[in-house]
């Protein structure tokens, strides 16, 4: 007796390209992202995920010079905390490899 052979599916693979042209497709049009997916052929909680994905690579870039101010001060900050803990993680290295 023969058995039938289990149908794969194929796993499909997106280019980054696609992933955000559909993003922004969904984001542009004011469509439902169930209907978007639909009409791409695509899970809708793919293009989702994709969404999050794409948010989270693209910086924010600031828009006004005030912004610019904030970023470049908040910026600042991050480096002289960076560069206490650098200082400290030296210091302590240096009292560590001497007994």
Same mark, same amino acid.
């Not at 499909?12 to 791409?40: I, Y």
């Not at 101010?69 to 200082?87: K, Y």
């Given at each position: 007796?023969?058995?039938?052979?289990?149908?794969?599916?194929?796993?499909?693979?997106?280019?980054?390209?696609?992933?955000?042209?559909?993003?922004?497709?969904?984001? %542009? %049009?004011?469509?439902?992202?169930?209907?978007?997916?639909?009409?791409?052929?695509?899970?809708h909680?793919?293009?989702? %995920?994709?969404?999050?994905?794409?948010?989270v690579?693209?910086?924010?870039?600031?828009?006004t010079?005030?912004?610019?101010?904030?970023?470049?001060?908040?910026?600042?900050?991050?480096?002289?905390?960076?560069?206490?803990?650098?200082?400290?993680?030296?210091?302590?290295?240096?009292?560590? %490899?001497?007994?």
């Amino acid at each position: 007796m023969n058995m039938p052979e289990p149908t794969e599916k194929k796993r499909r693979r997106f280019d980054e390209s696609f992933k955000r042209q559909a993003v922004e497709h969904w984001r %542009s %049009s004011g469509k439902p992202r169930k209907q978007v997916a639909q009409e791409l052929g695509i899970n809708h909680w793919l293009l989702r %995920s994709w969404y999050r994905e794409l948010r989270v690579k693209e910086p924010v870039v600031p828009q006004t010079k005030a912004d610019l101010q904030a970023e470049n001060q908040r910026l600042r900050q991050e480096l002289e905390r960076l560069r206490e803990q650098r200082d400290i993680l030296k210091k302590t290295l240096g009292i560590i %490899s001497h007994p």
